[in-house]
């Protein structure tokens, strides 16, 4: 299995990036995906995560500034963020829903900053 986290970046508050994430090992097109993140001296949170069947769900923190979606030809999942706020920093991860300790990647840093 592997997940290979993109798209992370240094951005002003109130910009967008878009994260990426494309799997390889596993059987994409049936399991729930979910983007996570790790602000710094922060326990890992669910962000976002999508089913199969394309239903989302959202943290509150993240609600109408976020949007994920999957791509299942390209097994890619993304995570839209828009209106970024500095409480957005984190090392954003991708992984299933619930995850599996044997999925994490390395991650892709994403710094709001003025």
């Known amino acids: 299995v592997q997940l290979v986290e993109s798209g992370g970046g240094l951005v002003q508050p109130g910009g967008s990036l878009r994260l990426s994430c494309t799997a390889s090992?596993?059987?994409?097109?049936?399991?729930?995906m979910g983007w996570y993140r790790q602000p710094p001296g922060k326990e890992r949170e669910l962000v976002a995560r999508i089913t199969p069947g394309l239903t989302t769900n959202y943290a509150e923190s993240v609600k109408g500034r976020f949007t994920i979606s999957r791509d299942y030809p390209k097994n890619t999942v993304y995570l839209q963020m828009n209106s970024l706020r500095p409480e957005d920093t984190a090392l954003y991860y991708c992984n299933r829903s619930p995850w599996r300790a044997d999925y994490w990647g390395q991650g892709t840093q994403v710094t709001v900053s003025s």
């Open positions: 090992g596993i059987t994409f097109s049936s399991i729930t």
